[in-house]
């Protein structure tokens, strides 16, 4: 079958798959949404296990898709996850899959995602201090984390890496202590800057801890270097630790912003196609789905979605505004 890539006006082909499985979440991390949740999707509205596995087909055999990341809300609290794994594997082995998650639960569920197909996992985690944990996520539930990452491990899920958000005042100061924490494990961590993508719209530049800051809090306690393998387009720098071979990773989606090189389409729990995190306009693909298109058509509404993408975020324009979903319904 012929491969259309999914190119843009600007020659970006997206390859990368963000696939959200659902808007609801077990943790309410206070950088996300507000302490009581969100009136979480209709289950009529969002695709069906299927309708999943359908179009991630398309997007693999017809548009070039050769990673694909399953996450939300919490990829894991969606009862059919192992078995869209096991599916989308099916499709074609060679691609790439990947969790986004909490990690609540993975203890019970690594090995069968492990077997299923799933090739690793990336789990967030902003303290190792039960305090912090359940200051920032508004649940008492640090020791799942830590059991889901070692079952993740045990299973094979590796490397397996720990994104970390900082917070002023409330974790920036921890930033070494969880570097630490990763390196005794094998873990890879990554720093992501806060994004103005909380369902409160709570976000603010002032007060969000920079790449440059967080790097300069780490070199207080190790020495860094930048390592030598090329970026490409991975939004993370990575730097050595104390000689390496040991890394860490900081991503300037805000103050660096990565978009020149971005290789990401999403596609959210209710069958919308999203060319950007901070897209302003979704494209429908379930309702032709659901209306007998064939897999031709979907692929085509597809590529006409991925076309028009921005150049770059524009956070910094005067003119930005927030997008009407926030993450957790986008799909981080
Ligand atoms: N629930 C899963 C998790 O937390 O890993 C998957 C979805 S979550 C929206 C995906 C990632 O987005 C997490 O690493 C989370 O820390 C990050 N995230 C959420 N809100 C963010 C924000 N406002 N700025 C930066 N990262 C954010
Ligand atoms: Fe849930 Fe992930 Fe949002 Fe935290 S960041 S509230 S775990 S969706």
Redesign the pocket.
């Known amino acids: 079958m012929q491969v259309l890539p999914l190119v843009d006006r600007f020659g970006r082909v997206a390859t990368d798959l963000r696939v ?1 499985l659902t808007d609801r ?1 077990n ?1 309410r ?1 206070s ?3 507000p302490p009581e949740g969100l009136d979480w999707m209709p289950n009529e509205d969002q695709l069906t296990d299927d309708e999943v596995v359908r179009l991630i087909g398309v997007a693999v055999t017809r548009l070039g898709v050769r990673e694909v990341r399953f ?6 609290v969606r009862r059919g996850l192992v078995d869209i794994v096991r599916q989308t594997h099916a499709i074609d082995p060679g691609v790439e899959l990947s969790l ?4 609540l639960g993975l203890a019970r569920t690594a090995e069968a995602l492990a077997e299923a197909g799933l090739d690793r996992v ?3 985690l ?1 303290s190792v201090r039960e305090d912090t944990f359940t200051t920032i996520t508004r649940r008492d539930r640090l020791h799942d984390v830590i059991d889901g990452l070692a079952a993740a491990d045990a299973a094979g899920l590796g490397p397996v890496k720990v ?3 900082l917070l002023r005042g409330i974790n920036d100061d921890q930033a070494p202590e969880l570097l630490r924490w990763c390196l005794d494990r094998g873990y890879q961590l990554r720093f ?7 369902a409160q719209h709570g ?1 603010s530049r002032s007060t969000m801890v920079t790449a440059e800051e967080t790097l300069e809090r780490l070199e207080a306690a190790f020495t860094l270097a930048p390592a030598k393998e090329p970026r490409g387009s991975a939004p993370a720098e990575l730097f050595t630790v104390d000689g390496g071979p040991a890394t860490v990773g900081v991503i300037a ?1 805000v103050s660096r912003p990565f978009c020149g090189d971005c290789d990401r389409v999403r596609l959210t729990a209710d069958g919308q196609v999203r060319n950007c995190l901070f897209a302003r306009t979704e494209s429908d693909l379930r309702s032709p789905l659901r209306a007998g298109a064939t897999d031709a058509d979907l692929a085509e509404r597809w590529l006409a979605a991925v076309r028009p993408k921005a150049p770059g975020h524009g956070i910094d324009d005067p003119t930005f505004l927030q997008p009407d979903r ?3 319904a ?3």
């Not at 996450?71 to 894991?76: A, D, I, K, R, V």
């Not at 986004?100 to 990690?103: F, G, K, L, S, V």
């Open positions: 959200s979440c943790l991390c950088y996300c949404m996450t939300g809300g919490e990829p894991l986004t998650t909490n990690a990336n789990v967030s902003d994104n970390a958000v992501i800057e806060q994004m103005p993508l909380d976000w989606s926030p993450m957790s986008i799909g981080g």
